[in-house]
């Protein structure tokens, strides 16, 4: 075929994909979700609440907990920020890193962390392609700071 077109690579005898299939991780059974504000209109808010998404990150990170994303009202830039846990005991880790945490601390695991609906779970996506690059990029800061302290204990 050197020096000629394919019809089936330009496309002419392609397929489309009128049918999107699950996510891969749709059926995980055990999740929890984060709601932040990343509003820009409020700098330090803005902030406080990439601190705690970087916070989560990185345990998440350290405890093999899967992350992920999705814009819960775009009118209040409210995002959430969904876990999977690989286990139990590993979910137990995760709640105690937080617990462990003074910003953070019982408080946020009794009032912040919420079960999602199979309906989020099925939106979500990668955090890079949903968060604010500027807020993406402070709480990766802080998610690796949290993992390069230590992997053995709970941190800050």
Same mark, same amino acid.
């Given at each position: 075929?050197?020096?000629?077109?394919?019809?089936?690579?330009?496309?002419?005898?392609?397929?489309?994909?009128?049918?999107?299939?699950?996510?891969?991780?749709?059926?995980?059974?055990?999740?929890?979700?984060?709601?932040?504000?990343?509003?820009?209109?409020?700098?330090?808010?803005?902030?406080?609440? *990439?601190?705690?998404?970087?916070?989560? #990150?990185?345990?998440?990170? $350290? %405890?093999?907990?899967?992350?992920? &994303?999705?814009?819960?009202?775009?009118?209040?830039?409210?995002?959430?920020?969904?876990?999977?846990?690989?286990?139990?005991?590993?979910?137990?880790?995760?709640?105690?890193?937080?617990?462990?945490?003074?910003?953070?601390?019982?408080?946020?695991?009794?009032?912040?962390?919420?079960?999602?609906?199979?309906?989020?779970?099925?939106? *979500?996506?990668?955090?890079?392609?949903? #968060?604010?690059?500027?807020? $993406? %990029?402070?709480?990766?800061?802080? &998610?690796?700071?949290?993992?390069?302290?230590?992997?053995?204990?709970?941190?800050?």
């Amino acid at each position: 075929m050197t020096g000629q077109h394919s019809d089936f690579i330009s496309g002419d005898y392609s397929t489309t994909v009128y049918h999107t299939p699950e996510p891969l991780w749709i059926n995980e059974p055990d999740w929890l979700c984060a709601v932040e504000f990343l509003n820009d209109e409020d700098p330090e808010g803005r902030d406080l609440a *990439a601190d705690t998404i970087g916070y989560l #990150l990185g345990y998440a990170q $350290l %405890t093999n907990t899967r992350s992920l &994303a999705l814009i819960g009202d775009p009118s209040m830039m409210a995002f959430e920020i969904l876990f999977s846990f690989s286990s139990p005991a590993e979910k137990k880790r995760f709640l105690d890193f937080i617990r462990s945490n003074d910003e953070l601390g019982n408080e946020y695991v009794e009032n912040d962390l919420i079960q999602p609906v199979k309906d989020e779970i099925r939106i *979500a996506g990668p955090l890079v392609k949903v #968060l604010p690059p500027q807020a $993406l %990029t402070r709480a990766l800061l802080v &998610a690796t700071t949290v993992c390069s302290a230590t992997s053995q204990g709970p941190t800050q």
